[in-house]
Each structure stands twice: as structure tokens, then as C-alpha cells.
């Protein structure tokens, strides 16, 4: 058997393994997948990082999840891919390397299209593998061989081939509508594309004069007066009968001196402002949706670049910004202006840029997305695509209940080309897969190819298949596709998503994925998204640097509540820190442990083992079914924690202190070699059940308990098979181990030994100073106790001890009472024994001077007392709980019931001594 075994230094270092276990795992090809029939698939698509990315918390919350997930199902025998990838992240890379030759005093129009895409290329072979660097150093176990690019030459295909079909079947298509325009970018963008947020701005109530009676006015309000000179009407609800006689009139367009009926449309809101709004199609989509009802022909105000055009009049060449104040001072100048009031309204800014969008009529490309929204809701109602949690569903399905159809043009250079060429004599279309010599329709010659490029999106949806070898008819597409379960953020579910499935099912006839796993978003400690502008943001790069990954993927993944926003902070991760180095320091006494001089084999029966070593097996036993369990349930903080739980306080707390007598003084070499078998079997257990979350340590720990244990001939089953631990099996639970007696026995020792160190610590007694004791059952319990006397007084380090049923309590003792739950029911977790109430005695003469610790502990209550009246006050002050934040508020009142729990204990201990 091979091992890869290193000598356990004193100290963990994550610098010394991380690194190197990374590496052998790659070169052993450990990531790798090939279809094989024989094996089940499980198959996860990366969603692919931009090129232009670096590490991000969001990002390292999304890998550790896929991450867990690989290596579990690998673990468990499935034939695991990870997909991994990048996207050529389209209007984000162009701005970047836009700005670069900006630096260099370039613009991209003075290259041309095919020198600065070269620019562009030569940036991303540059820095767009950075992030998956990054991505390597949190240990992400994605099949690296079959990396991809959304531009690469394989998926350049399937985004041409997807195109050229929807096109002919008539769901892809060409028109002139009204989109999501950013000056700044100078492209279209989707609906989804838009971020709302709100701005105070103002309601401008304006005088729109009858033509032809001039000192008569209509007045008309908006939040837009840039846009007037686009005004081609006046509207008002049918309804309303303030202005019923007035339909079918003309009014005249101030400034700019138009002429404009005033039409009737139930769109109209009576109570919105005057109950009259100016129609202006080329600028708002209600209004270019209100035109086409009253054919209304549109006219455009303004450049792509944000500033006014020639129809502008004297404002042509402004900003659209500059116009609005331009514009307000030249009414307020001609007394047209009734009156301004503060607005707060939905604003739209690009998602790349942040610049403020306009809505804008262009020519643009469309999928229709109906028929494709009412194939993915069918899907979803028959459960094909299953979500985690469940209540995200709603919001998905919301949205294609209420899908607009998809922009998919960008006016942009880098990207995937539209593969649509323009007759330059007839101005036929034709769509093709490959170049075309001549006009599909009249054969002309001249034609030339769309400037645009598509939509970043368009081929993220194609991603399951496309980097399966789709169009060709790969082994890849065929064993994996569909993939098993896509884990993302909830910001994409409409982006990615929705597209995602909405492709699968036109184009393969299938959901591209069976479940959906969506989680939260990481914030700070004050419930804020990180970001930059904020300065709130926390580098995974440098928490690894400082606590290793498996400590950062341990503290991220415990605070990962189904889909629950995560409040986090650097001191969050010390908890992972913490246990790594516990599970290091637990490793390093059981290896010097089960070191032999003379090592030989000794064959062992169940009927060997201990009462401890019965416990902790049934408690491992427990553990295997709970982890795998929550796991299938995608609750990994669950699943994490119970492990955790019973590493440090089962086996590291309780088993290895319990059995140490046994391996510094055993009473022969056949129970210390049980004893080690036990230790080697449990603790590589839990490595196994920990590899998922930290793989880095339990790979290294793993190889130097093999090590160890094949040199010191341990028998531990079946466990020791595979030569890493990455490929090695996962748990499964035994019922030959279970034990529910020897767990609710032991709860009742560990709730006694509990009571006699809450004493010591009470009463400022030293653990090293031997005491008595006396334990008084009610019920049946006695025999319990009394049958594991010497663990208890080994434990709680008792010199004498006595066990009786209804015992009376000893004079000048102090007392702790183990109870029954309220339900009657048994509970584990707090060492409570069914039907049985347990009284723990711990006589003190002679142990503390009562006199001199009751006058400790009353200075300690005066001072507890005095403190909280100083709390209470503060709390009771209406200033302060109507000024102070909310968390300070809240820090204060918790702070007030600490204080009561610890003034209720001080009285309790004052009880006991007299």
C-alpha cells in the first residue's frame, strides 16, 4: 500500500500542505472524468467566472459549495464532473481594455474592429486565467483538462448554430422597438440587464399651451423635460372628465413649437400628476407602446452617446443632463413652469457602467420568448427542474410568467458576431452558418455582416451542452448531459437560469439540470452587500493567506443556512482556524499513539470492544447518517456542523480523554490494541466525512494515519482502500455499530461528570484538587451509574464516591440537578436520562473556606448588580432607544440578560454555601 506519509510538525501550517496536495492531485489527473458506462454521472457546470474577474467572497461561497458537492458524490462512487470555464464577458472585458489604451491616449475606433479585438485577445490570454488561479488555491477540484471559453473555437459553433435554428424557426427576429440604451457603453441592453434604483428628483408640472387659443394651457407633468422636444402627444385617461371635452384637441409643444393632439388612453393614470402626460415614443417604453396604439410616428432626441440631436433645436449637442437644467430655466423664463415637487422615482443605470440607461428606439435582434418561457414553466410544474430552497421557485416562475421578449444585439466589437448578412440591393437578411458568397434572395454579391455582436447571456444558456461538444454528437453530451445540479446566486436566476433551461429544452429537448441550489449572498457584520465604493469587502485571497483554505472554506460553509444571506467578518474565520488546528493536534496524539515497538497482529472481536468504544462507534454511526443525509438535503452548514460537533466534543472532548488510560496503562495488549484500532478507525472516519468540506488537511492527516497504521499492523476494514483520500470511499452507515443504550448511558455519565466541573468552576476549585462525591438517583438509574464508576471518577477526578437512589443532600455540599426534558422525551444533546432525576452532591469542607468565598461572591454580585442598574437605565431612557442604532440597542439588551443569568447563578452558588 503507497502512502505519501509526512512527520506531523507541532504546529499546523497550511502554507506547508495546501500547495503541494493541490498539485499531486492534479497530476495524478484526481479531477479528471471520462464517460464509463459502468458508473452513474454527476455532473455540475461551473457558472462560468468573466475573464475580467478576480476572487470575490460571492465567488468563493459558490466554489465551496460546488466543491462540497464533487467530492462527496466522488467520494460516494459517482462518476463526478466539474465543468469549468470562463466567459468572454462581453461589454465588462471591452470596457476594461477600452480603458487600458485610454491610458496610451487610443480609442478603439482609431484601431478599427479587427486590431483592437486583437488587443483584446492579448489582454485576455494575459489576465483572463487569473481568477481560476484563484480558484485552484481554494482547492476547487473541477476537471481542469476540460476547461472552456465562451469564444473559444467549440462554442463559438454552438452560439452560431443556436442562432442560425431559432432564426429559422422563427424565434429569433429583427425590428425596430424601444430597448435599454447606455450612453456610456454605446450598446442595447436586456431588461434584466437594468438596475433600479431610487432617486430624488422632481415632478415638473408644465403649461402646455392650446393652439389656437395660446393663453390657454393644458398642464402637463413629468420627470423627464429632456425628453420634450420627443413629444408627439398629450394623453388622458377616457375617464376622467376633467379633460373629456378637451380629447381632439391641439395643443403646441413649448420650445420647440410642434403641434399635439391630445389623445385618450386608459394606460393613463388620473391620479399621477395632473392626470395628463406628455407622450414621447422614442424615449419611453409606455409611451413607444401607447404610439403604436394611436400610430403616433416616433422622433428621436437624442445621440447614442446620451446628447441631443438636430430635433432638439437650439439644445442640439448637450447632454441629455445639461438639457433638462437648459430646458427648466427657458420655461421658468416664458412662465411655463405651474410648479415643481420633490419626486422619488425608479431609476435604470447599466449593470456594467452604473451610467443612467435611456430608453431608445432602435434596431435591434429579439428572441421571442413565449413559446420558450411556456416550455420551461411546463418543465417546471412537472418537477424537471427541482429548486433549493423551494420558495425561489415562485420567483422564477414569476418571471416567465411575465417575460418580455429578449434584446440579444450589442453594439459592441467583442463578442459573437451576429451571423446575419445585409444585402446592400435589396436589403434581404440571410442568416447563415458559414460566410455567404452572394444575397440568399437576389444573389447580389455585395452584402455585408451585422456590426453587432450578441449578448453575453446568449451563450451562458448554451452552456450545459456547448461545453459537452454540442453541435457534434460528443460521449461527453451523451453521458452527461443533462447535468445533475446547478449551484448559482439568486442574481442570475432571470440572466442564466431561466436561459439556461429555456435552451435546453428547444435545442436538446431536455432540462439542462434536475436541481438548482440557490445561496444567499455574503454581507457585513451591518447587513451590507460588500463592495467597493462601501470599502466592505473582504479578500478571500488574503483570509487565505492568513488561515488557510480549509479554515475559510470551514467558516463560510458553518454560516450557510439554506439560502439565507451570511453576515461575515474576519473574525468569523477564526473558527475554522481553530478546529483545523484541533483536528491537527487530535491527529498528531493519535499517531505518536499508535506508534509500536514491536507491532503485532491481533485478531479482535465485537464482544472486545468497550463501553466507550461501543459509544462512540453508534455516535460515529449516527454522525455518518446525519452528514449524508443533510447533505442530499443540500443543508451544508447542517452537515458541517455535525461533524464538527462530534469531532471536538465527541471524540476529541470525551473519547480520547477517556481512552488514554488505556494507552498509557492498559491493562494488557490486546485492549491498547483495540483501543488503537478504535482510535485509527473513528478518526479516519472522520476525515472521510470532513474531506468535502476541508480537503487540503484530511488529505494530509489521511496519508499519515494509513502510514502508521499499516506499519503497526491496525486492522481497520475496509477503510484504508483507495491511495488518496479524494478517491477514497465514502462512509456508510453500519448498523452493526448501532447502540442507543450505550449513547443514552453514556449521556447520563457526561451530564454528571458536566455537573461536578460546573461546580469546580463555580467555586473557583482547581481540576487537579481530588473531591467527593455523592450522586443520588431517583428512579432506576442507579445501576448505570454505579456500573461506570470508575470512568466517572477518572473523568471528573473524584477520590470518593458514593451512588444511591433519594440520597440526602450532605451538609455545607454544593448541588447540581440533571432533570428529565419537559417532553419526557430522551435528550442527547444535554445528557438527560429518561424518567430520572439525578442529584450531584460535592461536599466543600475542607475544600474552599466557605466565609472567605461567600464574601468573594457577594462583592462579585453587588458589582453584577450595580452594573445592571446602569444597563437598565440606559435601556429604560426613550432618547436612547429611539436614537441609537439598532444593533447597539440590541447589544445592550442582550448585555442585560447575560447579567441576569450570572446574578441568578451567584445567587444559586451563595444558596449553596449557607
Known amino acids: 500500500m503507497k502512502t505519501m506519509q509526512t512527520k506531523l510538525s507541532t504546529q499546523y501550517n497550511p502554507k506547508e500542505i495546501e500547495e503541494r496536495w493541490y498539485q499531486v492531485w492534479e497530476e495524478n489527473g484526481l479531477f479528471h472524468s471520462a464517460p464509463d458506462l459502468s458508473k452513474e454521472p454527476y455532473t455540475i457546470v461551473i457558472p462560468p467566472p468573466n475573464v475580467t474577474g478576480v476572487l470575490h467572497m460571492g465567488h468563493a461561497l459558490n466554489n465551496i459549495i460546488q466543491d462540497i458537492l464533487i467530492r462527496w458524490r466522488r467520494m460516494q462512487g459517482y462518476n463526478?464532473?466539474?465543468?469549468?470555464g470562463t466567459d468572454h464577458a462581453g461589454i465588462a472585458t471591452q470596457n476594461v481594455v477600452e480603458r487600458e489604451l485610454a491610458t496610451k491616449r487610443i480609442k478603439r475606433e482609431q484601431l478599427g474592429r479587427e486590431r483592437f479585438l486583437e488587443e483584446v485577445w492579448k489582454w485576455k490570454n494575459q489576465y483572463g486565467s487569473t481568477i481560476i488561479s484563484q480558484l485552484k488555491k481554494l482547492g476547487s477540484s473541477c476537471d481542469w483538462a476540460r476547461e472552456r471559453f465562451t469564444m473559444d473555437e467549440g462554442l463559438s459553433a454552438a452560439v452560431k448554430e443556436t442562432f442560425v435554428r431559432l432564426y429559422e424557426r422563427g424565434l429569433i427576429y429583427k425590428g425596430k422597438y424601444i430597448i435599454n440604451w447606455c450612453p456610456r457603453c454605446r450598446t442595447a441592453l436586456a431588461d434584466d440587464e437594468v438596475?433600479?434604483?431610487?432617486?430624488e428628483g422632481h415632478l415638473w408640472h408644465i403649461k402646455y399651451p392650446f393652439r389656437d387659443a395660446p393663453h390657454l394651457f393644458l398642464i402637463v407633468a413629468t420627470t423627464r423635460p429632456e425628453t420634450m422636444p420627443g413629444d408627439v402627444a398629450v394623453a388622458v385617461n377616457p375617464k376622467d372628465e376633467r379633460y373629456k371635452d378637451m380629447v381632439g384637441e391641439i395643443l403646441t409643444l413649448p420650445v420647440i413649437g410642434r403641434e399635439l393632439p391630445i389623445i385618450a388612453d386608459e394606460f393613463v393614470d388620473p391620479s399621477f400628476g395632473t392626470g395628463a402626460v406628455k407622450v414621447t415614443p422614442a424615449h419611453d417604453p409606455n409611451d413607444f407602446e401607447m404610439g403604436k396604439r394611436h400610430n403616433l410616428a416616433p422622433v428621436v432626441v437624442m445621440q447614442e452617446n446620451g446628447t441631443m440631436n438636430e430635433f432638439a433645436g437650439d439644445y442640439e449637442g448637450m447632454d441629455r443632463f445639461e438639457c433638462r437644467d437648459a430646458l427648466i430655466e427657458e420655461l421658468k423664463l416664458k412662465k411655463l413652469i405651474e410648479m415643481a415637487t420633490p419626486h422619488k422615482h425608479s431609476v435604470g443605470h447599466c449593470y456594467r457602467c452604473h451610467t443612467v440607461i435611456e430608453p431608445y428606439i432602435s434596431d435591434q435582434w429579439f428572441v421571442k420568448m413565449r413559446p420558450l418561457a411556456d416550455a420551461a414553466i411546463k418543465a417546471s410544474r412537472k418537477k424537471s427542474v427541482t429548486f433549493f430552497p423551494d420558495r425561489w421557485e415562485k420567483i422564477y416562475l414569476s418571471w416567465l410568467e411575465n417575460v418580455r421578449d429578449w434584446c440579444i444585439s450589442r453594439q459592441i466589437w467583442w463578442g459573437h458576431r451576429i451571423p446575419a448578412w445585409y444585402c446592400q440591393d435589396c436589403g434581404?437578411?440571410?442568416?447563415?452558418?458559414?460566410?455567404?458568397?452572394?444575397?440568399?434572395?437576389?444573389n447580389s454579391v455585395a452584402i455585408k455582416q451585422d456590426e453587432d455582436v450578441l449578448d453575453t447571456w446568449f451563450s451562458s444558456a448554451l452552456w450545459p451542452f456547448s461545453t459537452m461538444g454540442w453541435p457534434s454528437e460528443t460521449p461527453e453530451l451523451q453521458y452527461y448531459y443533462?447535468?445533475?445540479?446547478?449551484?448559482t446566486d439568486r442574481g442570475i436566476i432571470y440572466f442564466?437560469?431561466?436561459?439556461?433551461v429555456m435552451m435546453g429544452l428547444e435545442i436538446m429537448r431536455h432540462v439542462p439540470f434536475s436541481t438548482v441550489y440557490i445561496h444567499g449572498t455574503i454581507l457585513d457584520e451591518q447587513s451590507r452587500k460588500m463592495s467597493k465604493s462601501l470599502g466592505n469587502g473582504i479578500d478571500p485571497l488574503l483570509m487565505i493567506n492568513q488561515y488557510g483554505a480549509d479554515a475559510v472554506r470551514f467558516s463560510i460553509i458553518v454560516l450557510t443556512t439554506e439560502g439565507q444571506d451570511i453576515k461575515l467578518s474576519e473574525s468569523r474565520f477564526e473558527m475554522g482556524r481553530n478546529f483545523t488546528n484541533k483536528l491537527w493536534n487530535a491527529a498528531r496524539f493519535i499517531v505518536m499513539n499508535l506508534e509500536e515497538e514491536h507491532p503485532e497482529e491481533i485478531q479482535l472481536e465485537p464482544a472486545d470492544y468497550q463501553f466507550e468504544d461501543r459509544w462512540i462507534l453508534s455516535r460515529l454511526n449516527t454522525t455518518i447518517k446525519a452528514c449524508t443525509l443533510y447533505l442530499e438535503q443540500f443543508k451544508f452548514n447542517d452537515a458541517a456542523m455535525k461533524v464538527y460537533d462530534f469531532t471536538w466534543h465527541s471524540f476529541c472532548d470525551w473519547y480520547l480523554e477517556i481512552v488514554k488510560t488505556r494507552l498509557y496503562e492498559p491493562v494488557s495488549s490486546k485492549d491498547k490494541k483495540l483501543a488503537q484500532t478504535v482510535l485509527a478507525k473513528v478518526f479516519g472516519q472522520i476525515l472521510h466525512l470532513l474531506h468535502p468540506f476541508i480537503p487540503f488537511i484530511t488529505e494530509e492527516l489521511w496519508q499519515n494515519l494509513k502510514g502508521v497504521v499499516s506499519k503497526n499492523k491496525i486492522t481497520v476494514q475496509e477503510d484504508m482502500g483507495h491511495e488518496y483520500l479524494i478517491r477514497d470511499v465514502w462512509p456508510r452507515q453500519d448498523k452493526r455499530f448501532e447502540d442507543q443504550v450505550s449513547e443514552e448511558n453514556m449521556a447520563v455519565l457526561q451530564g454528571i461528570i458536566r455537573a461536578i466541573r460546573n461546580i469546580r468552576s463555580k467555586m473557583n476549585i482547581k481540576e487537579k484538587q481530588k473531591l467527593d462525591a455523592v450522586i443520588s438517583v431517583s428512579g432506576d438509574g442507579e445501576y448505570t451509574v454505579t456500573e461506570h464508576s470508575d470512568l466517572l471518577k477518572r473523568m471528573a477526578n473524584i477520590e470518593y464516591l458514593k451512588i444511591g437512589k433519594d440520597l440526602a443532600k450532605p451538609a455545607n455540599s454544593a448541588c447540581e440537578v440533571i432533570a428529565p426534558t419537559l417532553s419526557g422525551e430522551y435528550d442527547l444533546s444535554k445528557g438527560l436520562f429518561l424518567g430520572q432525576q439525578i442529584q450531584v452532591f460535592i461536599p466543600l469542607a475542607g475544600i474552599i473556606d466557605p466565609i472567605a468565598e461567600k464574601e468573594r461572591q457577594s462583592q462579585h454580585l453587588k458589582?453584577?448588580?450595580?452594573y445592571l442598574r446602569v444597563v437598565r437605565r440606559k435601556l429604560e431612557n426613550k432618547n436612547f432607544a429611539a436614537r441609537?442604532?439598532?444593533?447597539?440597542?440590541?447589544?445592550?439588551q442582550n448585555r442585560e440578560k447575560e447579567l441576569l443569568e450570572q446574578i441568578s447563578k451567584i445567587k444559586l452558588i451563595l444558596n449553596d454555601l449557607g
Open 80 to 84: 463526478a464532473l466539474w465543468m469549468p
Open 195 to 199: 438596475e433600479h434604483e431610487e432617486h
Open 428 to 442: 434581404a437578411i440571410t442568416v447563415a452558418l458559414d460566410v455567404p458568397t452572394k444575397c440568399s434572395k437576389c
Open 482 to 487: 443533462p447535468t445533475s445540479t446547478l449551484v
Open 496 to 500: 442564466w437560469v431561466a436561459r439556461m
Open 863 to 866: 458589582q453584577l448588580e450595580d
Open 884 to 892: 441609537a442604532p439598532a444593533h447597539v440597542v440590541t447589544m445592550e
